[in-house]
């Protein structure tokens, strides 16, 4: 690959990217419907990062998806596979394009593609200039085949003395296992001399075992009578705690009734003063409403005469100003005329 990365593809609008899904989406189906009418079946899509030609062609690196596929003609095989590829590369940026709307994925592979065919061109480039054709690697190839079945003619060969070594020591097997039964079989006797001798020891120790249960049975009958007498011992004191109950019962029972006629004669009293509650509260409304009334007609007379006092004093400015009523001025006598 090239040492300097490719700079990342802008971010596209929702126009673009809508229009770029619509034509992967397109091509995705029609890649599917060409894979599906093909004479081979679909195989797995093999996605793989950049491999340089030695990686690629220096091992043997046999395909497990088209080995599985016995058809007469390997073109459709690898047409199958390359369609699989396209496929998933296109589903890849189909995906990309929806989460980030952007083609990395898409310009990755391509950059990628291109740098390996660019490696191949170049390698059967350096190949004919050393007179490494088609024709002479395929001598090259049938010799190389040839060895390999004298190879393996050869190998058969010494799987066939293996398959005789096999049986031979099969039938040394059977011999041994003969050997080994009636082996067995004088074992078993000495087993079953020893097991009658142990059969004595046994017994003996049955004896002691049944000492032992009896005393146990011994021990068992005074524990059962111990805890009978403790099982009646509490029995008495479940009778004491159950006449200390109903008295306790009784006892809370009379002092809840105490409390229910204390709570009924609290409740009266609650609701009477309540009720005067109510009343003085309804008195306390009309006072207040008769205040506010009274103070309104205050405000409208003191507003009534305060209008009053002007419109007088407007109408004297007037009277004053104009000469009329009591504010009328006398006419003074014409120049020229005598007084009397």
Same mark, same amino acid.
Not at 38 to 46: G, I, K, M, S
Not at 270 to 299: I, M, N, S
Not at 307 to 321: C, D, F, N, P
């Given at each position: ?28 189906i029609k890649l ?149 039964? /009636? ?10 001399l020893a097991l ?56 809370? /029972? ?11 004669? /609290? ?74």
């Amino acid at each position: 690959m090239e040492d300097s990365e490719p700079e990342e593809n802008p971010i596209l609008n929702e126009t673009e990217t809508r229009l770029a899904i619509s034509v992967l989406t397109e091509c995705i189906i029609k890649l599917e419907i060409i894979g599906n009418t093909l004479p081979t079946p679909v195989v797995p899509a093999e996605d793989r990062g950049y491999q340089s030609l030695k990686e690629r062609f220096g091992k043997e690196t046999p395909n497990k998806s088209a080995a599985r596929i016995k058809v007469k003609n390997p073109n459709m095989v690898k047409l199958q596979r390359e369609r699989a590829l396209l496929e998933h590369i296109l589903k890849g940026s189909l995906l990309e394009l929806k989460e980030t709307r952007t083609f990395n994925f898409l310009n990755d592979k391509v950059i990628q593609y291109t740098q390996e065919h660019k490696e191949e061109r170049k390698l059967l480039t350096e190949l004919a200039e050393y007179g490494l054709t088609a024709p002479g690697l395929k001598r090259e190839l049938a010799s190389s085949k040839l060895r390999t079945q004298e190879e393996l003619s050869q190998n058969l060969q010494k799987l066939a003395v293996l398959q005789d070594k096999v049986a031979k020591v099969k039938n040394d097997t059977k011999v041994q296992l003969a050997f080994l039964a /009636n082996w067995e079989e004088a074992r078993s006797d000495q087993v079953c001399l020893a097991l009658q001798r142990e059969e004595k020891i046994l017994e003996e120790q049955l004896d002691i075992v049944n000492e032992e249960t009896s005393n146990e049975l011994r021990v068992h009958t005074e524990l059962q009578i111990a805890l009978e007498k403790a099982i009646n011992k509490i029995e008495n004191m479940k009778a004491d705690w159950d006449a200390k109950y109903l008295k306790d019962v009784e006892d809370k /029972n009379e002092q809840l009734r105490r409390e229910k006629e204390k709570r009924e004669q /609290n409740l009266s009293e609650l609701k009477h003063l309540a009720e005067v509650y109510v009343e003085h509260k309804k008195e306390l409304r009309e006072w207040q409403q008769f205040c506010h009334e009274r103070q309104v007609a205050l405000e409208k007379l003191r507003y009534e005469n305060a209008m009053a006092t002007i419109v007088q004093a407007w109408w004297r400015g007037t009277m004053v100003r104009r000469g009329l009523g009591a504010f009328k001025k006398k006419k003074s006598p014409p120049k020229g005329a005598k007084k009397k």
